[in-house]
T-cell receptor
Framework: QVQLGESGGGVVQPGTSLRLSCVVSGFIFKNYAMHWVRQAPGKGLEWVALIWNDGTKISYADSVKGRFKISRDSPQNTLYLEMNDLRDDDTAIYYCARDAGGSSPDYWGHGTLIAVSS | VVMTQSPLSLTVTLGQPASISCRSSQSLEYEGSDYLTWLHQRPGQSPRRLIYKVSHRDSGVPDRFSGSGSGTDFTLTINRVEAEDVGVYYC?????????FGPGTKVVI
């Protein structure tokens, strides 16, 4: 069955960097685009980034553009999110999700929590 | 693209119908399809996709859920609400990058 598992979360200080990973199984990773979506405590969902299956196209939310970088390692079935210059308002649960086509995420991981605090 | 939902909070009665509206600031149509997704999130859980391209229900989603609309106006309808339907419902537009979610509609019994 399709599974996605995020890791790399934790408590970090403002201005620092962190890299999240999302290991997937149960489907052919190289055939699917992938998303990162986040959810601040008690708030709604916020789309963060998308990478096409072959990595040729990437898009970011304005709130993270220039600070975050999405990438993928298809042989390792792993999606990454490199986050730099972290801010308090980056505090959130970060989910990875598979894109089923048409920029529509169908399967989601359980999320990993990032807390940015001094 | 700005996505709006109404209402933001909805109190429903078991067995009764319920509907949620989602509007986009730009048309979500592209080559004959509208790229509008509905997701449901129960407390403490990850989101679950219910419907894609306005009206296509995902496998395993009860047929009491249906989606309709086109262009900029969309609706999620629950035919007869069940207790497990509580939570927050989000619409998501996939037509324009960056993608954007609606603010969510919280459904309580």
């Amino acid at each position: 069955q399709v599974q996605l598992g995020e890791s790399g979360g934790g408590v970090v200080q403002p201005g620092t960097s962190l890299r999240l990973s999302c290991v997937v199984s149960g489907f052919i990773f190289k055939n699917y685009a992938m998303h990162w979506v986040r959810q601040a405590p008690g708030k709604g969902l916020e789309w963060v980034a998308l990478i096409w299956n072959d990595g040729t196209k990437i898009s970011y939310a304005d709130s993270v553009k220039g600070r975050f970088k999405i990438s993928r390692d298809s042989p390792q079935n792993t999606l990454y999110l490199e986050m730099n210059d972290l801010r308090d308002d980056d505090t959130a649960i970060y989910y990875c999700a598979r894109d089923a086509g048409g920029s529509s995420p169908d399967y989601w991981g359980h999320g990993t929590l990032i807390a940015v605090s001094s | 693209v700005v996505m709006t939902q109404s209402p933001l909070s909805l109190t429903v009665t078991l067995g009764q119908p319920a509907s949620i509206s989602c509007r986009s600031s730009q048309s979500l149509e592209y080559e004959g399809s509208d790229y509008l997704t509905w997701l449901h999130q129960r407390p403490g859980q990850s989101p679950r996709r219910l419907i894609y391209k306005v009206s296509h229900r995902d496998s395993g989603v009860p047929d009491r859920f249906s989606g309709s609309g086109s262009g900029t106006d969309f609706t999620l309808t629950i035919n007869r609400v069940e207790a497990e339907d509580v939570g927050v419902y989000y619409c998501l537009q996939g037509r324009h990058w960056p993608l954007t979610f609606g603010p969510g509609t919280k459904v309580v019994i």
